[in-house]
C-alpha cells in the first residue's frame, strides 16, 4: 500500500466518522428542539391523569385573579414572570401572555405555538397601535384597558384555533 492510498483512505475514515457525528449531533438537537416528537410518555399515562394545564407568562397586577379563575375551571396553572425561564419540554394545554411587552407577548405566543404545540393561547396588547401585528400573526389578544381574569379566561378558552 503506497502513501497516497493510505493517505485516501485515512480522508476517507475521517470522511465517514465526521458524517456519522454529524448525524448523531443533528438527532440530540431535533430532540432538545422538539422533544414531543420524540417521547410519547406523556401519551402514555391513563386518563383519570391527565389534567388540562395553562401556562401564564408575564407580570401584570391581576395574574392570581387569573390563576384563581383558571382554577375553577379545574385547570391548573403556572406562572412564570421572565420569558427567559421558559421550558420548551413541559406539555401545556392553554397559554396566556400578560407581559407589559408587546413584543415579548408575541414572541412567547410565537414560540410555545411552534415549539410546544400550544394552539389555544391569548395575549395582552399594551399599545392599541400594536393591535395590526397581533392580527396579522393570526395571535388572539385583548387590550389592556378595562382587563378582567374573567374576560382573559373566557377569551382564551372561547379562541381556539389550528
Do not use: W
Not at 50 to 79: F, M, P, Q, Y
Not at 92 to 114: G, P, Q, T
Amino acid at each position: 500500500m503506497s502513501k497516497v492510498d493510505l493517505v485516501d483512505f485515512i480522508i476517507v475514515i475521517s470522511m465517514i466518522c465526521i458524517f456519522f457525528s454529524g448525524f448523531v449531533f443533528i438527532n440530540k438537537l431535533s430532540a432538545i428542539v422538539n422533544p414531543n416528537e420524540f417521547n410519547d410518555a406523556a401519551s402514555q399515562k391513563p386518563l383519570h391523569l391527565i389534567s388540562e394545564r395553562a401556562l401564564i407568562i408575564g407580570n401584570i397586577s391581576i395574574i392570581n385573579e387569573i390563576v384563581t379563575v383558571l382554577k375553577k375551571r379545574n385547570i391548573s396553572a403556572e406562572i412564570i414572570q421572565d420569558m427567559y425561564q421558559l421550558e420548551i419540554t413541559d406539555p401545556f394545554d392553554y397559554l396566556i401572555a400578560v407581559s407589559e411587552n408587546d413584543l415579548d407577548n408575541l414572541m412567547i405566543c410565537s414560540i410555545c405555538k411552534k415549539f410546544m404545540g400550544i394552539n389555544q393561547d391569548i395575549a395582552i396588547c399594551n399599545l392599541i397601535y400594536n393591535t395590526k401585528i397581533y392580527e396579522d400573526n393570526q395571535i388572539p389578544y385583548l387590550l389592556k384597558e378595562n382587563l378582567t381574569a374573567d374576560l382573559i379566561v373566557s377569551s382564551l378558552l372561547n379562541s381556539y384555533r389550528i
